[in-house]
């Protein structure tokens, strides 16, 4: 894909409509160049959709469940089929190098999609407590508001659970990455979803998302993105008492216990590493604080330093998105004890040197907010009991890892952990547990059982 991308038409009530809105044009964060241009919905067009996703939930929402994950299962085939268009997308609007714009922005939320129609199949939508039937219920309408560091992942864990409960859906995704959208949109089409039951209007957060976010028509609103836009948006949820899912920001501790082998503990800081470096460290889960025993810290800067050198910017290591991110990532790296070696960066692309600090105070900017770009801490803890404390010293609470060769006491520490998941010794993504976070990380949950049950009434019946 080197041509110039253009996607005229939103998509509504099964239909292309034009956006009467101004266009807005999509830059490659890699070469800093044009790279598409998209309609954007006017008000118009947005209420259209809003009227189409509510007729059209009678309908979807008296679907059998069977039915239901067929569809699901039709739209995991036709995103497969086109793997490699997505991957390129994600490239070109996101930046992300091809491997991982395949693996981790494709192949994860395939999973997610085959995962989720099975969730719904033995959902129980019915249960019994004593003379009472209880009957769970989709909501109505679920407005998505999507970010652009996973431009197909965070459409697909908001979009195919609501589906599934049987609610219909209006996407608005991120202004920066909207063409990954698009294609979903198409691949929608493809799969044959009844017109009204998954409709598209791209546009700012700020006229779009409100729009959405305040009408009366939208029953639900899943929003991912930072914890200041998210508490704007549940007050503005607030005037009509609509439920929200909200998926904030986060600053994970991946937590080194005091019992770890030499082996663990290299595998423990080589993971960290990667996790904190992962998406060029635009991942609200970035395990972006290392806390390890303070007699382990020289052995620590030295895996560290190493594993980190490996992250070549232009390669390995994608781009930030936008001139704006890097110039707020590069806000953090001010003088501290930096335990890495700068890398060169490439002629053209937001790319920033992915850095490691050491002996970082705990209550310091750089361990307390959210960096969203290559940054590692390393703190010391003198204790286990102090390493968990120092892992809750956020306002956060999305994340987290914990390294432990004790694993007959690996949930007793976990549960410690204030914080929606943690994975121990370097457990694997499942795409059926609940996903969301403590505190100012968010509200609610998203993805399988637990995504589906997010957007779900619950009524009683007496018998």
Avoid at 46 to 73: I, K, M, N, Q, Y
Avoid at 174 to 199: I, K, M, S
Avoid at 431 to 436: M, V
């Amino acid at each position: 894909m080197t041509d110039l991308l253009r996607e005229p038409a939103l998509y509504i009530d099964g239909d292309w409509v034009p956006g009467t809105a101004e266009d807005c044009e999509v830059e490659n964060p890699a070469t800093e160049q044009t790279t598409g241009v998209v309609a954007q919905a006017s008000p118009h067009e947005v209420e259209g959709a809003l009227e189409a996703a509510h007729r059209a939930f009678a309908s979807w929402s008296a679907t059998p469940v069977a039915e239901r994950a067929d569809a699901l299962r039709r739209l995991h085939d036709v995103i497969a089929e086109r793997a490699e268009t997505f991957a390129e997308l994600i490239n070109r609007e996101q930046g992300s190098p091809p491997p991982l714009a395949r693996k981790l922005h494709v192949d994860v939320p395939l999973s997610v999609i085959a995962q989720t129609a099975a969730a719904v199949e033995e959902f129980a939508f019915r249960s019994r407590i004593g003379n009472s039937v209880i009957i769970r219920e989709p909501v109505g309408v679920v407005a998505a508001i999507t970010p652009w560091n996973l431009p197909l992942h965070q459409i697909i864990v908001k979009v195919v659970p609501a589906l599934a409960a049987g609610c219909t859906v209006v996407l608005k995704p991120a202004a920066l990455t909207p063409l990954t959208a698009f294609e979903l949109a198409r691949a929608f089409d493809a799969a044959g979803f009844p017109a009204g039951v998954f409709n598209l209007v791209a546009g700012s957060g700020r006229d779009v998302g409100e729009q959405l976010t305040k009408s009366p028509l939208v029953d639900h609103v899943s929003f991912t993105g930072s914890t200041a836009v998210g508490r704007r948006i549940a007050a503005m949820a607030a005037e009509t008492l609509k439920g929200v899912t909200l998926e904030l920001g986060g600053k994970s501790a991946s937590v080194v216990l005091s019992d770890v082998s030499d082996e663990r503990l290299a595998t423990a800081v080589k993971v960290t590493v990667a996790n904190c470096y992962l998406n060029g460290g635009q991942t609200c889960t970035a395990l972006s604080r290392l806390i390890v025993p303070a007699n382990r810290l020289p052995q620590v800067e030295q895996l560290a330093a190493a594993a980190a050198a490996k992250f070549q910017p232009g390669t390995r290591l994608g781009p930030l998105i936008s001139a704006g991110q890097r110039k707020e990532v590069e806000s953090f790296l001010t003088p501290g004890k930096v335990v890495s070696s700068p890398l060169e960066l490439p002629d053209r692309g937001y790319y920033v040197t992915p850095t490691v600090y050491s002996d970082v105070d705990p209550d310091s900017r750089l361990a307390q907010e959210e960096i969203f770009g290559p940054v590692l801490s390393i703190m010391t803890a003198e204790s286990d009991d102090h390493a968990i404390e120092l892992a809750n010293n956020s306002i956060y609470g999305l994340g987290g890892a914990l390294w432990t060769d004790d694993t007959d006491r690996a949930t007793e520490w976990s549960a410690r952990i204030r914080t929606g998941q943690v994975d121990v010794n370097g457990a694997p993504f499942n795409p059926r547990a609940p996903f969301g976070g403590y505190k100012q990380s968010g509200i609610g949950r998203e993805i399988g059982d637990y995504g589906i049950a997010d957007v779900l009434e619950i009524k009683a019946v007496q018998l």
